[in-house]
């Protein structure tokens, strides 16, 4: 019998980052006003423009195509993935602050390549949320962009970033208060991203095969194994 493994299988690629803060600020909604600030303490805990980020950043490679899709680019490809909210995200600690992304919105994640939509740049990015919070909205987002062109040959999902093929790379992190509409948010430039080793993904024909060599092994065990009562004559 021939079993059918079906197609490589999927990983999650996962990476490590530090970043240092560029800037920081909060906004009032009641009087419209954005001020700069050195340190905060709006989400309950400081955090200053001298901290370090520092944070992971994963994402499955099976993800599906978007059901929304921006207009395609007059030149260059641009596709939007919805990764799966289970293996994929982004999480920081920054001064006394820290962000997980959650399940109750799925990750999503950008590519460009040379599209006219970024200049002709080759764009990749990730804007995740944390889980659901009545008090406090958390967001969070990477983004890499590469002005040459050269750094994707494809809009599919990369298998591997290196930050010295892009010229832009910063995290973001914003805190929204549902009391008010109150907001504080920094913008921090990458300094090392870092690949840690991916966690393969079986794919579905594998996880199907392996039933059935599972299904095959009881039924031989059943056959094998004597009754209660049973006499087994050996020759």
Do not use: C
């Not at 056959?223 to 087994?232: A, I, L, Q, Y």
């Amino acid at each position: 019998m021939m079993l059918v493994t079906g197609a490589a299988s999927a990983t999650v690629e996962r990476y490590a980052f530090t970043a240092s803060i560029t800037t920081l600020w909060e906004y009032d909604k009641a009087s419209d006003v954005i001020t700069n600030v050195n340190t905060s303490t709006f989400a309950g805990a400081a955090i200053s423009m001298t901290n370090v980020v520092r944070g992971t950043i994963a994402f499955n490679t099976d993800a599906l195509l978007s059901s929304y899709q921006p207009d395609p680019p007059t030149s260059g490809t641009y596709k939007l993935y919805q990764l799966d909210s289970a293996r994929s995200g982004i999480t920081f600690t920054v001064g006394g602050l820290s962000f997980v992304s959650g399940s109750t919105l799925a990750p999503i994640a950008q590519v460009a390549d040379n599209a006219s939509t970024f200049g002709g740049w080759d764009t990749f990015s990730i804007d995740a949320y944390k889980q659901h919070d009545p008090v406090m909205f958390q967001s969070s987002d990477i983004m890499l962009f590469d002005k040459t062109g050269t750094a994707f040959g494809s809009a599919a999902l990369p298998s591997r970033l290196d930050l010295s093929s892009f010229h832009y790379a910063v995290v973001d992190g914003g805190w929204l208060r549902q009391a008010d509409g109150n907001q504080m948010h920094f913008t921090a430039a990458i300094t090392s991203l870092q690949a840690l080793a991916p966690v393969p993904e079986p794919s579905s024909g594998f996880l199907l095969a392996a039933g059935l060599l599972g299904l095959v092994a009881a039924t031989v065990r059943r056959r094998s194994t004597p009754t209660v009562g049973e006499h087994r004559i050996i020759a």
